[in-house]
């Protein structure tokens, strides 16, 4: 399989015809992704269906949960992706500071599983990849490796996580009930800044060719799922906000760096709205601004390097976030010295 482009015709058709028979008998169907960028496109039977069954489960008809509009419980449509509206009582600034929450995806409470299906699906329809007897390889130091997992599983194939041994406990304890196989969880020596020694270990699997790579920062797919499905939501959360306020205008659209995949939303939201593209990394490895190195903190938003599918010509600023931000955000909204705090003393 190669491992760079994006096909759009079949590449082998005895793959994709084995394909289809696995999948005809395990009542498996794939998604489009013009219905997870718009889910009001989804059939009706199939939203029936999903009533009865659990987001959280291993259950095929979830890969039609897995899009921006799930409600806050992850079971039924929402008209708008879940998210809040910043005060400026808080951020101290006069612009309204819209945010997406990923936490309504199914089977993992992250958008990282939009990602996942996003770059085996094509290669599935494609048919670059039998299920019944490759392995999907999931490279990843954040919720990546927990989206292929999910993803590999619904399709009835093995998905192998690779990810460091640093990473938090929890990824870990939630592969460990995922995986079919204990030995599915690959640990790479160091954290979040080791990126390289993830596809060191990878390179060594890709001399296996049942093991299929699935690299998301070289996967066209990955961009394009975010353009096509996070871009959309995006733009649905700003444009709802400009039918209140007709004066309003979005002057930019910020993500981490991380694969890249998210930041392509960027690109549908320039060209739609005239938004500036914002790349946000860590200040203790500021790749892009200084071609710097070093660890931290903020997991699964990659560093040290610039992925293949980065559209870095079409980025406009490039901001540095300290992990001691991120560290004191997660303190300010999850404990309950933080929320006194915004209760009593900013009015949140």
Known sequence: MPHLGLNTTIVDQQTYDNTIRRFTDAKIALPKFSELADPSTIPAGIIAQLAGIDPQSAHPLNLYRVHWFNDRGGRERAQLPAHVVLPESLTGVKAKIAVLFGKPFPMIAAHKVLAAYGCLAPRIVTGQFDPTRHRAVWPSTGNYCRGGVAISRIMQCRGVAVLPAGMSRERFAWLERWVTDQADIIRTPGTESNVKEIYDKCHELDADPSNI???????????????????????????????????????????????????????????????????????????????????????GIGDKHIPLIHNVMNTDFVVAISDRSTDALNILFNTNEGKRYLDGRRDV
């Open 213 to 299: 790579i699935f690299n998301q920062f070289a996967e066209f797919a990955n961009y394009l799922v975010h353009y096509a499905c996070t871009g959309r939501a995006g733009a649905s959360v700003f444009e709802s906000m400009q039918s209140a306020n007709p004066d309003l205008r979005l002057r930019a659209f910020v993500s981490a760096t991380g694969s890249a995949g998210t930041i392509g939303a960027g690109d549908h939201m320039k060209a739609k709205h005239g938004a500036a593209i914002v790349a946000a990394e860590a200040l203790e490895c500021p790749t892009m601004l200084a071609n710097g190195f070093g660890e931290h903190n903020i997991q």
